[in-house]
DNA sequence: CGATAACTTGAACGATCACTCAAATATTAT
DNA sequence: ATAATATTTGAGTGATCGTTCAAGTTATCG
């Protein structure tokens, strides 16, 4: 039998990802992982090593695919503040039954690793920034089209950026009513658009 | 011997609180539970019945002091936006060792057991929406009181107001840079304050 | 000073944890 | 077909999980 196919494990790590982000790293165990992958034990430790190392796998997969996601809406957008405040009410817009519908999984690996497992945390943390940086692009973007004010503080802008992200992807964990979480995503997405000055 | 003093108890369910706090639920081991309380298995067992009864307990009195700390603040205000804008910028000011410079409890434990016990997401759930209330109640003193424009939504804003919280203290988890943290609570304060209309 | 009650102790429980490895099975090369 | 190689299998590892309980200790009271 040959190496498995990129399909296989393409496949695996895709619900690897789902259970962790689903359980947490803590809660989520072996028997858990076995099931999910249809994998038995050994091949399980062939193919990834081990539990943290399949975390961090998944962990990797999921960052790749949040920002591509991002930076594909920020290309179509027709303006960088557009684009923006479309990725707020973009969460709020979420079908019901999507299982992305709870907090992002960067943000619970942090609040579940962060006084136990350091190694997962800091690799966290360098995501987080590294996408927090994506959002000042995009505002530095809106500076240069004369679309912001030459004085914003773009670090700034994206770092409250990112806790509205967070606050309304919380509700969307908590399984708050679509209605509110679709009025604090508005109330977020116009604070963006607010910032647009005339040109 | 007697029943255990109040004070005995006391002392141990605060210890117990900070250990939940700092390493969550899951996280959080027999082992490490007789270390800081300073007990044996068996009389954490007959003081407390089971971890998830200690952690319940610990989620009440974390509750408790949290209503109790915004309650007093609040009588203290001068008036209520300018309570509520204190409240936010409460958080950044915590000095550096301060072990309340992290994420809520109740964040904390939503993230960590809403899909794995039940029981203690439901009564955390209870605990952020009672918190939230009494958001709402501020909102609407500062609107009887002439401070907020009639039509304000304050369920609304007290949502808004929540997740402020959250962002801060998350930024406060990560370890943020002290004068980001208060950049993004001032941020959040002004938002608040510039609800206040003429009177 | 005993007797009684209250509380603590820590060894031990079965269950489950993350993880291993020798044996079995499947694939490819010859 | 046969040999060589790659992969899967699942029972089994020791450690640790949350929990129990009979025995021991300490306090209170007559």
Same mark, same amino acid.
């Given at each position: 039998?040959?190496?498995?196919? !990129?399909? !296989?494990?393409?496949?695996?790590?895709?619900?690897?990802? !789902?259970? =962790?982000?689903?359980?947490?790293?803590?809660?989520?165990? $072996? @028997?858990?992982?076995?099931?999910?992958?249809?994998? @038995? &034990? #050994?091949?399980?430790?062939?193919? =990834?090593?081990?539990?943290?190392? $399949?975390?961090?796998?998944?962990?990797?997969?999921?960052?790749?695919?949040?920002?591509?996601?991002?930076?594909?809406? %920020?290309?179509?957008? &027709?303006?960088?503040?557009?684009?923006?405040?479309?990725?707020?009410?973009?969460?709020?817009? %979420?079908?019901?039954?999507?299982?992305?519908? !709870?907090?992002?999984?960067?943000?619970? +690996?942090?609040?579940?690793?962060?006084?136990?497992?350091?190694?997962?945390?800091?690799?966290?943390?360098?995501?987080?920034?590294?996408?927090?940086?994506?959002?000042?692009?995009?505002?530095?973007?809106?500076?240069?089209? #004369?679309?912001?004010?030459?004085?914003?503080?773009?670090?700034?802008?994206?770092?409250?950026?990112?806790?509205? *992200?967070?606050? *309304?992807?919380?509700?969307?964990?908590?399984? +708050?009513? &679509?209605?509110? *979480?679709?009025? $604090?995503?508005?109330?977020?997405?116009?604070?963006?658009?607010?910032?647009?000055?005339?040109?």
């Amino acid at each position: 039998m040959s190496r498995p196919t !990129q399909y !296989q494990r393409d496949t695996a790590l895709e619900a690897a990802m !789902q259970v =962790f982000w689903q359980k947490g790293y803590h809660a989520t165990s $072996l @028997k858990d992982l076995e099931a999910v992958l249809e994998m @038995k &034990p #050994g091949s399980i430790y062939a193919a =990834f090593s081990s539990k943290e190392n $399949l975390y961090l796998l998944s962990l990797d997969r999921y960052f790749d695919r949040s920002l591509t996601r991002f930076q594909d809406l %920020m290309d179509k957008a &027709p303006s960088a503040l557009t684009g923006l405040a479309d990725h707020l009410r973009g969460f709020a817009k %979420m079908p019901p039954q999507d299982h992305a519908r !709870q907090v992002c999984m960067l943000t619970k +690996t942090l609040v579940d690793t962060t006084n136990t497992d350091p190694e997962i945390a800091a690799r966290t943390k360098a995501y987080l920034e590294r996408i927090r940086e994506a959002f000042t692009a995009a505002f530095e973007r809106a500076k240069a089209e #004369g679309e912001l004010a030459p004085d914003a503080d773009c670090a700034r802008l994206a770092r409250r950026f990112q806790a509205s *992200i967070s606050a *309304i992807r919380f509700e969307l964990h908590l399984g +708050t009513d &679509p209605e509110d *979480i679709t009025a $604090l995503a508005e109330d977020f997405a116009r604070e963006i658009e607010a910032l647009r000055q005339d040109t």
